[in-house]
């Protein structure tokens, strides 16, 4: 079992920057490739980034290209997702996820946090 909490969304201007934090209890942390999805009222939970186990790889939506950067620290058992130039379109709730696979579909993740809203204004 693993538990996610993601933390540190919040209300921003367009062009505004957050970072997102998701914290995983558990020791196995480093064993799961991790996400991040994010899901807008009335619309399907949509991929925004992944990491690999270790951190090397990272596979990012087109729509935060150059904009958004994940990254991860096993020591601390956390996944960032560092996000630039905000746009009101980023608007949603994001969560986390823990799979086994490399897979930008939710279906490919175990499991998730309860999410943490992300508002942006224009």
């Given at each position: ?12 201007q ?58 991860r ?47 942006v204004?224009?």
């Open positions: 079992q693993v538990q996610l909490v993601e933390s540190g969304g919040g209300l921003v367009a062009g505004g920057s957050l970072r997102l934090s998701c914290v995983a209890a558990g020791r196995t942390f480093s064993s799961y490739v991790m996400a991040w999805f994010r899901q807008a009222p009335g619309k399907e939970r949509e991929f925004v980034v992944l990491i690999s186990r270790t951190g090397g790889t990272t596979v990012y939506a087109d729509s935060v290209k150059g904009r958004f950067t994940i990254s620290d096993n020591a601390k058992n956390t996944v960032y997702l560092q996000m630039t130039g905000l746009k009101p379109e980023d608007t949603a709730v994001y969560y986390c996820g823990a799979g086994p696979n490399l897979r930008n579909d939710p279906g490919g993740y175990t499991y998730w946090g309860q999410g943490t809203q992300v508002t204004s224009s």
